[in-house]
Antibody, heavy 124, light 107 residues
Framework: QVHLVQSGAEVKKPGASVKVSCKAS????????VSWVRQAPGQGLEWMGW????????NYAQKLQGRVTMTTDTFTTTAYMELRSLRSDDTAVYYC?????????????????WGQGTMVTVSS | DIQMTQSPSSLSASVGDRVTITCRAS??????LAWYQQKPGKVPKLLIY???TLPSGVPSRFSGSGSGTDFTLTISSLQPEDVATYYC?????????FGRGTKVEIK
């Protein structure tokens, strides 16, 4: 069965960086994209970006361009999301999800499996 | 970017009622529309994809319809376990925008 297991909660100061991991199992890691979604307290879902595990192509939400980097390690079947220059409004639960297209030109998939979420708190 | 407008933002209905949530895209997205259910304190769950396809295990009281710009999620007979926030999402191309959500409560 498909599992996405994320790293634990983080508390960071403004200006710092955070890197969240997402360990995938139960499927062929390189056959699906991985997307990242965040949810601020009491708010809705915000798509952050996508990475093709197949070829490393990425597409980031415009508001996060320059601050976010998504990567994967196919040997450990782990996806990573790093967010830099953290601000208080980055406080949120961060989710990884299997979904998006395999490559930029592939038919896209909905987000069918999700990680358990990682709480990132940004506070001085 | 294409905007996704969901309505209503919240609703309260009785057990057994038929519930309908709508989602409108600002431009056509064919049938690349998904619905997610997020129960309080839980992880979002894929409820419907390709506008009307239910993944395995989703109860048949849930259904989706629409194509192009206008989409609907219907719960044919609301159950207590359906209390949740429901989100639509376009996934034809980036950005894969979510709607703002519809909170469903029991009256």
């Amino acid at each position: 069965q498909v599992h996405l297991v994320q790293s634990g909660a983080e508390v960071k100061k403004p200006g710092a960086s955070v890197k969240v991991s997402c360990k995938a199992s139960g499927y062929t890691f390189t056959s699906y994209g991985v997307s990242w979604v965040r949810q601020a307290p009491g708010q809705g879902l915000e798509w952050m970006g996508w990475i093709s595990v197949y070829n490393g192509n990425t597409n980031y939400a415009q508001k996060l361009q320059g601050r976010v980097t998504m990567t994967t390690d196919t040997f450990t079947t782990t996806a990573y999301m790093e967010l830099r220059s953290l601000r208080s409004d980055d406080t949120a639960v961060y989710y990884c999800a299997r979904g998006g297209p395999l490559t930029a030109s592939s038919t896209p998939d909905a987000f069918d499996f999700w990680g358990q979420g990682t709480m990132v708190t940004v506070s001085s | 970017d294409i905007q996704m407008t969901q309505s209503p933002s919240s609703l309260s209905a009785s057990v057994g009622d038929r519930v309908t949530i709508t989602c409108r895209a600002s431009q056509g997205i064919s049938n690349y529309l998904a619905w997610y259910q997020q129960k309080p304190g839980k992880v979002p769950k894929l409820l419907i994809y390709a506008a009307s396809t239910l993944p395995s295990g989703v109860p048949s009281r849930f259904s989706g319809s629409g194509s192009g710009t206008d989409f609907t999620l219907t719960i044919s007979s609301l159950q207590p376990e359906d209390v949740a926030t429901y989100y639509c999402q376009k996934y034809n191309s980036a950005p894969w925008t979510f709607g703002r959500g519809t909170k469903v409560e029991i009256k």
